[in-house]
């Protein structure tokens, strides 16, 4: 089993959570729900987003077979316009791969973190463990707590 800062905090926490080891490649939500057996909708994705001026950055979680609602989430924040980074400017940002972004490894990093209001339509979700090859599953309420998260509608269905 994969021991790092995350794993360390939840425990020290005595929060429960489940470990799943993952290849040690990026992969997206969809590659990881069908790795783990699981429903894609239950796989959330942590998306950097910028502010347009100065301010601190957000990570938003949604759903994996959800993009995110840029309009929506400035909109909650009260901001005119926000931006997703590349990928190379969201590793810079946080400090942790693609694919291994978490705002559990980024508690009192600075981020806002916002989460979409479907994961409480779940006890527990899915999210990365801060680095490729680690997934956890969470309770939502205790994430919500730990990472001082907001909850808004910032996501829409992937039309396709």
Not at 56 to 79: M, N, Q, R, T
């Amino acid at each position: 089993m994969i021991i790092n800062n995350i794993t360390r905090l939840l425990d020290s926490k005595h929060i429960s959570y489940t470990a799943y080891e993952l290849p040690g490649e990026k992969l997206g939500a969809e590659e990881t729900a069908a790795f783990l057996g699981l429903s894609v909708r239950l796989v959330y994705k942590t998306i950097v987003v910028l502010r347009e001026k100065t301010g601190k950055p957000v990570l938003a979680l949604i759903p994996g077979d959800c993009e995110l609602d840029i309009k929506a989430l400035a909109a909650f924040l009260h901001e005119k316009k926000m931006h997703i980074p590349t990928q190379r400017e969201a590793e810079r940002i946080t400090g942790l791969q693609a694919g291994g972004i978490s705002p559990l490894a980024l508690i009192n990093k600075g981020f806002t973190n916002l989460i979409d209001h479907s994961a409480l339509d779940h006890e527990q979700i899915h999210i990365s463990g801060g680095q490729r090859g680690l997934n956890i599953k969470i309770p939502v309420m205790a994430l919500v707590e730990l990472t001082h998260a907001r909850v808004a509608k910032i996501s829409r269905l992937i039309l396709g």
